[in-house]
């Protein structure tokens, strides 16, 4: 079983209130949909800032992370069908976290 990065993008939290409902309507649905396979429910984010040695990459806005744990990337993307985040217009984005030998 692989681990995936879940980020969720295009839907920044306008206030503590919406993120507090959102985040109730979000537990909810992952308990149900997700059960075991969610390793880490994650939180919204801010972005702070970056560093580089040199001209740092283009910024991107990452409002918020979750972890899973599925056989596949397509396991992982049928897992998170109906995710309250899409239905509310926001982008998930998943990325398969690789093992690699120190």
């Known amino acids: 079983m692989a681990l995936?990065?879940?980020t969720?993008?295009?839907?920044?939290?306008?206030?503590?209130?919406?993120?507090?409902?959102?985040?109730?309507?979000f537990r909810a649905w992952a308990k149900e949909a997700l059960g075991d396979a969610l390793?880490?429910?994650?939180a919204p984010l801010l972005q702070s800032g970056q560093m580089a040695v040199g001209?740092?990459?283009?910024?991107?806005?990452?409002?918020?992370y979750s972890i899973i744990?599925?056989?596949s990337y397509g396991e992982a993307r049928a897992m998170?069908?109906?995710?309250?985040?899409?239905k509310e217009g926001g982008t998930i984005?998943?990325?398969?976290?690789?093992?690699?030998?120190?």
């Open 39 to 42: 390793v880490e429910f994650g």
């Open 55 to 64: 001209q740092p990459a283009d910024a991107v806005e990452i409002d918020g």
């Open 4 to 6: 995936f990065l879940i």
């Open 80 to 86: 998170l069908e109906g995710h309250p985040f899409l």
């Open 8 to 25: 969720y993008h295009g839907m920044a939290y306008p206030d503590i209130e919406y993120a507090t409902a959102s985040r109730k309507s």
């Open 93 to 102: 984005q998943i990325n398969e976290c690789m093992e690699v030998d120190a």
């Open 69 to 71: 744990r599925a056989r």
